[in-house]
Structure formats: C-alpha cells, structure tokens
C-alpha cells in the first residue's frame, strides 16, 4: 500500500508498490497479467486483492497471516515523493511459485519485477531464482528502483542490481536510482556498462528532463511533456508499463523473439520512449499511481496540440 501524505492534505491510502503498478498498467491497457506479490489478511490486503480483481489481474498468491506491506510517501510542495517503510517480503518456495506461476498463466511471454521485491531478502533471492528459471520462455524486464534507507550496504545493492541486470532484456531505472548507486560515474557511462551485461534496451527516466535510452543500433531521447503535476507516484511504473506495451505491439517480447529486441532501431525506440513518456505525463497529472487506460494513452498520442518543454 502507499499511504500519501502531505502538509496541505490528509493521508490517503493507494494500492501500490512499483511491480503492482506496472502489472495495473499492463491490464488497463488490455493485456493478460499475473500477479505475484504477498499480502497480509489485513484491511490493507483485502483492499489489494480487490483491487486486482477489479482490474482482471490474476493473483497466484493468497493472503497471508504477516502484515501487508505499507510504503509512506510524503509529498514536496512540487509533487516529488520521498519514501518510508513497513514491510514483510518472504514468498514460497522458488519451484512451488514458478509451479503457480505457469499454471495461473499458461505461456508466460514476459515477466517484469523490480524495487523492493528485487531487492529485500528473502524475497528477492526467490525471484532471481524463478527468473532464471523462465528466462527460457519469456523475456524479462527490471526496475531496480532502489532505497538506500531499506540496502544500505551500496556495494551490495550494487551486486544484486547487476544480476537482476545480466537476467533481464529490458532495464529502466531513474536518474536517482543511477546517482545512489553509482555516484562516482556519469548516467552515460553506467547504462554502457549495464548493455555489457546483456540487456536490449536500458532507459533511464528524467523527471522534468524526460527520458533516455540505450540499444546495441544506438540511442535515443525524448523530452517531458508540459503538465500540471499532481504527484510523481507511479509515473516511473506506468513509463514501464507503456514501454512492454509498445514493446509488445512490435512483436519483441517473448523468448523467441529476443534476438529481434536486442536488434530494435532507433526509429522504434523513440517512438517506445515518446509512448512510455506520454503515459507517465499521464499519471503524473493525478494523484496517486492511476495508470492511462488503452483508450486514454491512444488518445493522447494522437493529440496534436500536446506540446513538449
């Protein structure tokens, strides 16, 4: 759950989590999505489960006796959000999970993960495992979106974002996710070194400075959107959402089909990057992580009066 906070209104809770609102952005754009993620049998988690249920969205795992994770975030007087948390990340066991996995789903054609869930133990230590497991048969994409406050050890956070990295196709992360992590180098130069590792496509978003992106046939750049911002929480989720989206409708998700992901063209990816901005704009202009539907993202790309700063 993220509880919003600020100093001109009261608190309101929001289901969230950065992998949950990408899986609601995916569904809201009318893809079939599979849900794995814990939750208490609290308040909280019974306001989780019915909102994936609300959104067609399957969940292969049921409540459990732990409290549902609660991440606070506090607003600045210009919508950007600082973080605190509560929060329980155990999951079954790696072969019992990829069990409910691929039976809830049947063929799984991508999986996405990212921030906590790839991050805190034990959790996350099953997610690589189940993701090294379906790489076979799904591509894989990764947000490491990472809290020092939750890993402090930067070495270590280090070391398991370079192997969610080297597992993963596609990889977004955020200027403060790069300048936390990797201080001592440029933006430029940590998104080379995490290509080396193997991924198609890295992006890294901006903030009012939009996105950028790195490929094997080069890169690519997309300015924001002008917007009245609301709050910034979920935009960084539904960029991602927008990005396998786009991705998808081009046929590059899918394990057989990664060899044509590693080979996407310049043209492609400022058109994915002009996509995922538009829908992050979109969330950005209300409060809490309310991902565009198909029809709200379709019908902003096709306005021609939207202009860029």
């Keep these: 759950m993220d509880v919003v906070e600020s100093e001109t209104s009261a608190p309101t809770a929001h289901v969230g989590g950065s992998p949950l609102n990408v899986a609601v952005g995916l569904a809201r754009m009318e893809h079939d999505v599979v849900f794995a993620g814990r939750h208490g049998n609290d308040d909280y988690g019974r306001m989780i489960a019915r909102a994936l249920r609300a959104q067609g969205i399957t969940s292969v795992l049921e409540a459990d006796e732990l409290p549902t994770s609660v991440a606070t975030a506090t607003l600045d007087p210009t919508g950007q959000a600082s973080y605190e948390f509560s929060l329980e990340w155990s ?9 409910r996995l691929t039976e809830a789903a ?12 790839a991050l805190m ?5 099953v997610v690589k495992t189940v993701f090294g497991e379906l790489r076979e048969t799904a591509t894989i994409s990764y947000d490491p979106n990472y809290r020092p406050t939750l890993v402090p050890n930067r070495e270590l956070a280090r070391q398991q974002v370079e192997e969610f990295v080297a597992l993963a196709d596609v990889v977004q992360a955020s200027t403060d996710d790069l300048e936390l992590l990797y201080p001592e180098r440029s933006h430029y130069d940590t998104m080379a070194a995490w290509m080396e590792l193997g991924p198609a496509l890295v992006t890294v978003t901006r903030g009012a400075s939009g996105a950028v992106a790195l490929t094997r046939s080069g890169s690519a750049a997309q300015s924001a959107f002008s917007i009245d911002v609301a709050d ?8 991602m959402a927008a990005t396998l989206s786009s991705l998808r409708s081009r046929g590059l998700l899918g394990s057989a089909n990664r060899q044509a992901l590693q080979e996407i ?14 829908a992050a704009s979109l969330t950005a202009s209300r409060f809490g992580a309310q991902p565009p539907t198909a029809q709200e993202l ?6 021609p009066s939207a202009t860029v700063v």
Excluded: M, R
């Excluded at 999951?91 to 069990?99: F, H, N, V």
């Excluded at 054609?109 to 921030?115: A, K």
């Design 91 to 99: 999951l079954p066991a790696a072969e019992l999970l990829t069990g």
């Design 121 to 125: 133990q034990p959790g996350a230590s």
């Design 298 to 303: 379709a019908a902003a790309l096709s306005n």
């Design 106 to 117: 049947g063929h799984i054609e991508h999986l996405h993960t990212g921030s906590l869930a």
């Design 265 to 278: 063209s310049e043209h492609d990816v400022a058109e994915v990057l002009y996509t995922a901005a538009k």
């Design 232 to 239: 910034t929480v979920g935009a960084g989720d539904s960029f």
